[in-house]
């Protein structure tokens, strides 16, 4: 026995150190070719459409504009035990007045009742000011077509409205055994109100579900804002009717703070609560508490947890985080668990969702975080020990300045491995998606993270517009990092006018022609000087009176 001890102990002492943090790589890649097929928009599972076992994904298409081309529609992939980028379906606007098809695409849940997941993509009117919106509900599974079975459309009073942006399913909340669901407009205006803003427009299932909203919450004066993020919590007060937490990072704090943000839980009934049961604030104004948010099970309690981004600033230098709830009726309001990303990069949790991406049967989270080093970056935290709060694994194989994380979602088991796989988005360009398969190989790194992954190769670019520029000109900066950076004015002796320090994440600031104390500058030519971690360039400004 004493010799297997020895022996045992031995191994142990030469086994290789923890594992790393792991890189992901994408299985594919696809660029729209032209500018009526780009891959500007969102994705989502559309569950298995041809009865084939593998799940498939939508993705909307066109232009980032509001000509024709951008009505292109949303391109359908159906899974493949080696998945390429040849779309099998596309799906057009149901009819043409509309533009800017798929600005909201996502999964809201078996809503009638046939045991395969349904979804919403949402548009806007052709060439008109009022950006009326609009949301158009499809069945997945077997059921699945391309004309949609109901429409939906939101009713603010002002000129702006982000109706049909985002949504998702709320479970069955009234108790009559559908499943319903929920679209948000967190731009939602009531004339003479320009302080309150959102509402949630929720929507019984059935089959049919009913194209008229059964309850509208709107936003008031303890919850100024409402409306950005929703997710299910499944039933936290075992009274039958499941539950949902909603999510605003715009929101004032309890006492008029500026943009705390807000993560509030309201109850399933007949009817729903329109008062929400228990609201968390952020901790400080402009936490902005809420601009990601997702729910899972986190803890394998058997409840869905709360994962939403919070802009702390937490020392020496972590620029936000996911803070993880333990959901229960008598909940803190404090966070169980924070998440943090890369040191000196913004970003991380401005994007959750979930997947079991390592395929133990245990939901991962998946945060995006777009403003990495004007490139974009997605995390991946597995869940194998929730106590464990590093990231496991990176995915960085996005352009400059291409936003990579900023979308991304659940597409299933698309490749038939029994494992989930992701579709990340890209704005670069005419857009970009990436699909990830899982991977049963992935483990948990189990240590901090010892390198960052490399920052995107490009040139250091200072922009100046308009110019020349008689009352104020805006800096744009393109650079390796987004810390650590300033911008200095000179005039034409070689002294400094003006100096500005750009905050972490920053890209532009707006000069106005005026120095520090605030003396309009003679007309004439200036040098700006950008100045940043191991590099630097220049830029002429005329200035004109």
């Known amino acids: 026995m004493k010799a297997a001890l020895v022996a045992l102990l031995l191994l142990l002492l030469s086994a290789p150190a923890a594992a790393q943090v792991q890189p992901l790589t994408a299985w594919w890649i696809d660029t729209g070719d032209t500018d009526s097929t780009a891959l500007w928009g969102y994705e989502c599972s559309v569950g298995d459409i041809n009865g084939d076992g593998l799940s498939d994904f939508a993705v909307s298409t066109g232009s980032w504009d509001y000509s024709p081309t951008s009505r292109e529609g949303l391109n359908i992939y159906k899974g ?14 149901p009819n043409d007045s509309l533009v800017l098809f798929g600005i909201g695409l996502y999964d809201v849940g078996d809503v009638n009742g046939d045991g395969s997941s349904d979804f919403i993509a949402g548009a806007r009117n052709q060439y008109t000011y009022s950006y009326r919106r609009h949301a158009y509900l499809y069945f997945g599974g077997a059921a699945f077509d391309t004309i949609p079975e109901a429409h939906f459309m939101g009713d603010s009073t002002g000129n702006w409205t982000n109706f049909s942006d985002n949504g998702a399913g709320l479970g069955d909340i009234n108790g009559d055994g559908f499943n319903d669901f929920a679209i ?18 929720i929507y019984y299932g059935g089959n049919p579900p009913d194209s008229i909203p059964a309850v ?5 004066i303890t919850l100024n804002r409402l409306g950005h993020r929703i997710a299910p919590l499944g039933d936290l007060n075992s009274d039958g009717y499941a539950d949902w937490v909603m999510s605003d990072p715009a929101c004032q704090g309890q006492n008029g703070e500026t943009s705390t943000g807000v993560v509030a839980i309201y109850y399933g009934g007949n009817p729903p609560n329109t008062i929400p049961h228990t609201v968390i604030y952020g901790s400080v104004p402009g ?3 809420g601009l990601g948010l997702t729910t899972f099970d986190w803890n394998g ?4 947890d709360i994962f939403a981004w919070c802009g702390n600033f937490y020392p020496p230098n972590n620029h936000g985080a996911v803070w993880e709830f333990n959901v229960s009726p008598t909940m803190t309001g404090q966070p169980d668990h924070i998440f943090l990303g890369i040191p000196g990069y913004p970003g991380i949790g401005e994007r959750l969702f979930h997947v079991d991406l390592d395929g133990n049967g245990k939901q991962d989270l998946i945060s995006g975080a777009p403003g990495y080093a004007l490139a974009g970056l997605v995390y991946v935290f597995l869940n194998a020990n929730y106590s464990d709060t590093l990231y496991d694994a990176l995915y960085y194989q996005g352009n400059f300045e291409g936003d990579l994380g900023g979308a991304g979602c659940n597409a299933g088991d698309i490749n038939g491995d029994d494992i989930e796989d992701i579709v990340i988005h890209e704005a670069y360009g005419n857009g970009r998606k990436h699909l990830i398969l899982g991977d049963d190989g992935l483990h948990q790194s189990g240590v901090e993270p010892y390198s960052e992954p490399p920052l995107p190769q490009t040139a250091v670019l200072l922009k100046a517009y308009p110019n020349p520029f008689n009352s104020e000109v805006v800096l744009e900066i393109s650079a390796p990092s987004l810390k650590n950076n300033n911008i200095q004015i000179y005039n034409l002796s070689g002294q400094e006018v003006r100096k500005f320090f750009l905050s972490h994440g ?24 950008l100045t940043g971690p191991g590099y630097q360039t220049t830029t002429k400004l005329t200035l004109i009176r």
């Open 184 to 201: 948000l407009d967190e731009g939602y205006f009531i004339s003479g109100s320009p302080l309150i803003l959102g509402a949630i427009y």
């Open 216 to 220: 509208v919450i709107h936003a008031d």
């Open 506 to 529: 920053q890209r532009r600031i707006v000069w106005d022609g005026k120095t520090v104390s605030g003396t309009s500058c003679t007309a004439g030519v200036y040098w700006a000087k």
């Open 80 to 93: 493949k035990t080696y998945p390429d980028t040849v779309p099998d379906l596309l799906v057009p606007p």
């Open 301 to 304: 309690d058997g409840q869905k």
């Open 287 to 289: 936490a902005d508490l």
